[in-house]
């Protein structure tokens, strides 16, 4: 619900927005600081939208590092060590 409320809270004052550049106040001061204000009221609507996106799980398609875990083949635990612990015959080193 919250994500919701966020959106149109959002949405808002970009519609206040576009009213002052309808009603021509957009190149007056007073419409110029309206402007500012309301984009930045929009902006963090839209960043509490992102944050609650992120949270939920919406953006993990771009998280790189659970990508890259995801593909590269897993190694069981004693064949690592085995490998690890093997030390070279006195031939190969």
């Known amino acids: 619900m919250m994500l919701v ?10 519609l206040g927005i576009a009213w002052t550049i309808a009603t021509g106040t ?8 309206m ?3 309301l984009l930045t ?4 609507f839209f960043l ?3 944050w ?3 949270d939920r799980g919406a953006f993990a398609f771009l998280d ?3 990508v890259a875990a ?3 083949p897993k190694v069981p635990a004693k064949v690592a060590l085995a490998n690890k612990d093997a030390k070279p015959k006195e031939g190969e080193g």
């Open 70 to 72: 995801q593909v590269t």
């Open 64 to 66: 790189k590092r659970k």
């Open 48 to 50: 509490n939208v992102f």
């Open 26 to 33: 957009i190149t007056t001061v007073d419409g110029l600081f």
């Open 5 to 14: 409320i966020s959106i149109v809270m959002g949405i808002v004052p970009l």
């Open 35 to 37: 402007s500012l204000i």
């Open 41 to 44: 009221l929009s902006a963090v």
């Open 52 to 54: 609650e996106l992120r």
